[in-house]
Each structure stands twice: as structure tokens, then as C-alpha cells.
């Protein structure tokens, strides 16, 4: 037994050594491949305001439906692009198609909500990131105000002057900045007053057992009224529980996005659930 498992240990090990350069150039090879084929696409988290229950605002998030391997999580395909670099083409087509929806959405509807984009660190430390976001901006018409950049903590704790500048550059075009899976990764807060932050989203692992955990619960009170006394607006990610919304709720949190609210859901089922309600609603006034 020993011997056949050290065997197929040696077997896997020198796979995986021989082949490292020619598995990265596979992986690079389906990516292109998947881009060229239009196997990604963009679904929408829907956003709620809690004080009011209203829409507002949409969280894209990238998809990869492959017809051999079938749906890829992002979890697992976003860290392979960043290995390839390909996450900073396939990333300004995030942003691309982000734009087109809101231009189609308020087309078909008449109505504009801010879509909120995740960018991977790799995309802000191209030199030419900022450039590349105006031109789509003005290729698109999109208006600015109407982009969210989600940023994990690591590009804040960062301190790389060429970052902060391109942070200080989408401050001045009108894009608001949210920090992403905020209180996994680090303990300094300090560059929330230093640097254009507008939004933090308090992990979902926090709400998880919020109400079961003390010292999450807290923790939570504790960042909103620190984000609040900063003049940041504060995202539960998460929510899937009625009971979590009334703890959220009771503490001031401004949004909740969550199960509970929706699924990521298509760019036509955002107009037909959502707009459209929405629509009617203003009508019926
Ligand atoms: P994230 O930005 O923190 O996105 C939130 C994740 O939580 C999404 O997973 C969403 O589907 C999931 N979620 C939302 N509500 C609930 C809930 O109530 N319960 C549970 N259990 N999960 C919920 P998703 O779509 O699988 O994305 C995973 C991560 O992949 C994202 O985390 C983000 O870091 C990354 N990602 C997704 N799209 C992009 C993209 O276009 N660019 C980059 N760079 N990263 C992306
Ligand atoms: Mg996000
Ligand atoms: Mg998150
Ligand atoms: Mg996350």
C-alpha cells in the first residue's frame, strides 16, 4: 500500500514540475479560448437599501459557463486569470459590459442605478488602468457616478504611491471606491481617512453568526460606527436571514445584499424583477 500511494505521489509531483510552465500556458490558452467563445458573462446582485427596502444599487459579478467543465466559479477562475494576467483584459470586459447594461437598462427602463465592479489588484497596477476606464467610459456614455470600484483591503494597505494616484484619478472622474470582504484581512483602519474610501462591505463571514456570536455582533456595531463617524456608507454582504436584516437594520447599516433580497440574477431579469416594479411603482404615485 505504501509503496503504490509513494508512487503515485512521485507520479503527481513530477507532473507537476515538468509541467508548470505548460499547465499555466493551458490554462491561458482556455481563458482566451472561453473569451473568444463569449462563455463569460456578468450576473447582478441586487442591493437594498434597509431603511427604505428599495433598490439600490446592483453588484456585477462575473461568470464562466463552459460547455465541457460546465459552470466555473469565479472563486476558482479569477485567481488562474491573475496567474496568467489575463485578469486585466478580462477585467476591462467586465467594465465594458457594466457600462453597456447601465446604458441599456436606462434605455429600456428609464432608469439608472450604480453597478458595483470588482477589480482585481493586478488591474490598478497596469499603468495605463485609468486610461483604459476613461475611454470606455466616454465610449459608452456611461455616466461615472454610476461606477462603484470594489477593492479588497490589501490594495489600501498597500501604500503604493501609483495606486493611490490611480484611486485619487477615479475619485476625480466621479467613481466611488468600496472596500471589499472588509475586516478578513487586516486590522490597520487608517487608510480609510487617508485615501477616497465611499463605501465599506463588512464580510459575509461576519453575519454569518452575528446573531448566535457576541463578539461578532460587536464587531459589526462597532464598524459601522466607524465607518458612519468617517462619513462611509456601510454593505452587509451576506444576508440571508430576516433576523440578520433586523440586527442590521437596528444598527444603522445602510445596505444589505444577500439571499435573502436575491441572487445574482441576469442583466434582462434585473429589468423584469426589479426595473420594472420599480417603474410601476413611481406610476402608480
Ligand atoms: P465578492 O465580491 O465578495 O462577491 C460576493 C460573493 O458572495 C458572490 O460570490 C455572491 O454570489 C456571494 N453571495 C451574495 N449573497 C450571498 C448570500 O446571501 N450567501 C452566500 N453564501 N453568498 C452570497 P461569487 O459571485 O461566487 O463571487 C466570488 C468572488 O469572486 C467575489 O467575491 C469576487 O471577489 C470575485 N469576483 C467575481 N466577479 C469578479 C470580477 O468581475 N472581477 C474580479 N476581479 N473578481 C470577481
Ligand atoms: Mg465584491
Ligand atoms: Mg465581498
Ligand atoms: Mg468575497
Not at 510552465?21 to 434597509?50: C, G, H, K, V, W
Not at 493586478?122 to 485609468?130: A, G, H, P, R, S
Not at 484611486?167 to 470582504?181: N, R, S
Amino acid at each position: 500500500y505504501m509503496a503504490k500511494k509513494e508512487k503515485n505521489t512521485y507520479k503527481y509531483f513530477t507532473q507537476e514540475m515538468q509541467s508548470l510552465d505548460a499547465q499555466l500556458s493551458d490554462t491561458r490558452q482556455r481563458i482566451r479560448t472561453a473569451m473568444e467563445n463569449n462563455e463569460f458573462f456578468l450576473m447582478y446582485q441586487p442591493q437594498i437599501a434597509l431603511a427604505t427596502g428599495k433598490l439600490s444599487g446592483l453588484e456585477a459579478l462575473l461568470r464562466w459557463n463552459n460547455e465541457e467543465n460546465g459552470f466555473i466559479s469565479p472563486a476558482v477562475f479569477i485567481p488562474l486569470a491573475e496567474e496568467t494576467g489575463q485578469i486585466v483584459e478580462l477585467g476591462l470586459w467586465v467594465i465594458q459590459t457594466a457600462c453597456e447594461q447601465i446604458q441599456e437598462w436606462s434605455i429600456s427602463t428609464g432608469l439608472s442605478y450604480p453597478v458595483s465592479i470588482n477589480i482585481s489588484a493586478l488591474q490598478l497596477e497596469e499603468k495605463d488602468f485609468v486610461h483604459k476606464v476613461k475611454e470606455i467610459i466616454s465610449m459608452t456614455g456611461v455616466d461615472a457616478a454610476f461606477l462603484r470600484f470594489e477593492l479588497t483591503e490589501s490594495i489600501f494597505i498597500k501604500d503604493c504611491s501609483s495606486t493611490i494616484q490611480s484611486l485619487q484619478h477615479f475619485k476625480e472622474m466621479g467613481i466611488q471606491l468600496a472596500v471589499d470582504d472588509f475586516g478578513t484581512g487586516y486590522s490597520s483602519l487608517s487608510y480609510l481617512k487617508r485615501l477616497p474610501v465611499n463605501e465599506l462591505k463588512i464580510d459575509q463571514s461576519f453575519l454569518r453568526d452575528v446573531l448566535i456570536d457576541g463578539s461578532n455582533a460587536t464587531i459589526v456595531t462597532a464598524l459601522i460606527d466607524i465607518a458612519h463617524s468617517l462619513g462611509i456608507r456601510v454593505v452587509a454582504e451576506g444576508i440571508e436571514l430576516q433576523d440578520q436584516e433586523s440586527f442590521l437594520k437596528k444598527r444603522n447599516c445602510d445596505i444589505g445584499q444577500g439571499y435573502l433580497y436575491s441572487r445574482p440574477v441576469l442583466g434582462v431579469d434585473v429589468t423584469n424583477q426589479w426595473l420594472k416594479k420599480e417603474n410601476s411603482r413611481i406610476l402608480s404615485k
